[in-house]
């Protein structure tokens, strides 16, 4: 009897936890977080707006493959494209163009450049990207993803894009 009564008692906290543990709050997980930061009131979404620049119409500007490198474009959509530049199969950077129509803060950057490729205003930002602004519209960025590609390798790939190009879609 004892022995029975004890099986009912631990059947009943036990139940009782898993009831308690169940209706309690789990802490949100990263990805629900971040959404529920970029939900909240004042926080910066910015939209694509109707008029920026097909993604696709950005590919015929980029460097092609050739001198041990390969370009891979991996992403494109309304106002941007990105693709990565491989080497002997490893990504040492990454590229892209970004229609800056949806987001007139991202050219402001730009203001005070005293550097530019081909007479367009030129900037670093951090230590691993560097940007150009071609037609006062669209941002041509390389992010280095490896050590081994330098601010000078970044340099060079930028001239190597078809900026003038670029800049007629404006």
Request: hydrophobic share 35%; no cysteine.
């Given at each position: 009897m ?7 008692i631990c059947?009943?906290?036990l ?8 209706c309690s709050s789990?802490p ?8 529920q930061e970029?939900?909240?009131?004042g926080t910066r979404?910015?939209?694509v707006?109707?008029?920026a620049?097909s993604g696709?119409?950005?590919?015929k500007f ?6 041990g490198?390969?370009?891979?474009f991996t ?13 002997e199969g ?5 590229i892209?163009v970004?229609?800056t ?13 005293s ?7 030129t900037?670093?930002?951090g230590t691993?990207t560097?940007?150009v602004?071609v037609?006062d519209?669209?941002q041509?960025?390389i992010t280095?993803?490896d050590?081994?590609f ?6 060079l ?5 078809n ?7 404006d």
């Open positions: 004892l022995k029975k009564f004890r099986q009912i059947s009943v906290f139940i009782s936890l898993l009831l308690l543990n169940s789990q949100a997980s990263r990805f629900e977080q971040a959404q970029s939900l909240q009131t979404n910015t939209a707006v109707k008029d620049e696709a119409s950005f590919n980029f460097p092609s493959s050739g001198d490198y390969e370009r891979v992403q494109e959509k309304q106002g941007f494209v990105q693709a990565k530049l491989k080497q490893k990504e040492v950077a990454a892209s970004f229609d129509i949806s987001n007139k803060a991202a050219a402001d950057d730009f203001e005070n450049s550097n530019n490729i081909k007479g367009y205003p900037v670093e930002k691993n560097t940007a602004l037609g519209r669209f041509v960025k280095s993803r050590p081994s330098s601010r000078e390798d970044r340099i790939w930028l001239e190597k894009f900026l003038d190009g670029l800049a007629k879609l």
